[in-house]
């Protein structure tokens, strides 16, 4: 019984891992298309003349986890640093813990109070991340994933969804600056890499 069981276990988690890393493929093929694409593209234009594809870790397995999602409470408007002098207005919505490679972590995710009014965007998440991978493999200011509100206590963090905010690949974009309490002390080697050396 004990033998089936933990097949079974192995079975569930191989088949989630297949489901995950199928969501991962259509991420990156979807940021690919619109790299390519001149309507959508933050690429410069001689810079989207001679694009191919982002340029990803491969998807690992280690970097999808179930994180504890605490909402926050009574927390303030403020605004965020960016990389130009715009500040746009977020609040922190709630903390999420997690295990990674055997160590706790924390990360703050947040609501850009003006994009949530926007059709579609009610229950959009912002995390923003640093690791010792940035200004290394990844952009130096850090990498974005895109979350919705947990309907549970717990939520799914694929890091093989993060990807570069735009401003690494044209200055002339405004892009919230990673804050300080956001910055990991692991390397997360997962997501998009950083497009020039």
Do not use: W
Not at 27 to 56: M, W
Not at 144 to 173: G, H, S, V
């Amino acid at each position: 019984m004990q033998k089936i069981l933990v097949s079974l276990f192995i079975f569930t988690s191989l088949l989630s891992f297949g489901q995950q890393k199928v969501t991962a493929e259509a991420f990156q093929k979807k940021l690919n298309e619109e790299f390519a694409d001149a309507t959508k593209s933050p690429l410069t234009d001689e810079d989207r003349l001679e694009f191919k594809a982002l340029d990803f870790f491969p998807i690992d397995a280690n970097f999808i986890v179930e994180a504890k999602f605490e909402k926050a409470k009574n927390e303030k408007a403020f605004a965020m640093k960016t990389s130009t002098e715009r500040t746009p207005m977020y609040v922190k919505y709630g903390v999420i813990s997690f295990t990674l490679n055997g160590e706790n972590f924390k990360l703050n995710v947040y609501q850009n109070l003006e994009l949530m009014k926007r059709p579609g965007f009610k229950n959009h998440l912002f995390l923003p991340f640093s690791d010792l991978t940035s200004g290394n493999e990844t952009y130096i200011g850090g990498r974005y994933i895109d979350l919705e509100i947990p309907k549970a206590k717990t939520i799914i963090i694929d890091f093989n969804q993060a990807y570069n905010p735009y401003c690494a690949y044209n200055y002339r974009y405004s892009c919230p600056i990673v804050p300080l309490e956001n910055d990991l002390a692991t390397k997360i080697n997962a997501g998009v890499k950083k497009f020039h050396d």
